[in-house]
């Protein structure tokens, strides 16, 4: 470690030379192990209600055209639904299962590398954001969001509705069975 006396200090080249390496990760450079590669690559999908995505724009920015914007109404979840309408095959997977995404655009991966989907974690107390995950989770092929509130062709109102449906919500009968 240098110590040097004056005005014109390289603050981050002190921090990148002053780093400490604990014995193990030494041994792994020693043995050239590679310490920053994280295998399978995650990939976190977003979750939403219908019309409620997030969406960036600038200050400046005037709102309609945000509003009417194309590219802002395309998520992860939109599009995935589109690649269901796009590719039959892709009806087989769920959303945390499907193939790795370009630009704001699902594609079949072009090699055999592992990735995993993790969808962000949804608490139960934000309703229906919940139910939708949970569904997401459990429905293969859905096209569209009202698929996902269709179960036997009753379309429900909420994803709650159509989760308890679905058979995918524990009821009070099952608590009851098994404490008796």
């Known amino acids: 470690m240098e110590v040097h006396r004056g005005l014109n200090t390289d603050e981050i080249q002190q921090y990148v030379d002053a780093r400490w390496i604990c014995a193990p990760e030494a041994l792994w450079k020693i043995f050239g192990f590679n310490l920053y590669q994280l295998y399978p690559s995650v990939v976190r999908l977003q979750i939403h209600l219908p019309n409620r995505q997030q969406v960036r724009f600038y200050d400046h920015q ?94 429900f109102p909420t994803f709650k509705q159509s989760a308890q449906e679905r058979g995918l919500l524990e009821g009070r009968r099952q608590y009851s069975s098994m404490l008796s």
Not at 121 to 144: A, C, I, M, Q, W
């Open 62 to 155: 005037m709102i309609n055209d945000i509003l009417n914007d194309d590219h802002n109404s395309k998520t992860m979840l939109t599009q995935f639904f589109a690649l269901k309408n796009l590719d039959v095959e892709a009806r087989h997977y769920l959303y945390t299962e499907i193939w790795g995404r370009g630009n704001k655009e699902w594609q079949r991966r072009r090699n055999r590398r592992r990735v995993l989907g993790r969808m962000y974690t949804v608490s139960p107390s934000e309703g229906d954001k919940f139910y939708l995950r949970v569904l997401l989770n459990h429905v293969r092929g859905p096209t569209s969001w009202e698929d996902l509130l269709t179960v036997n062709g009753t379309c």
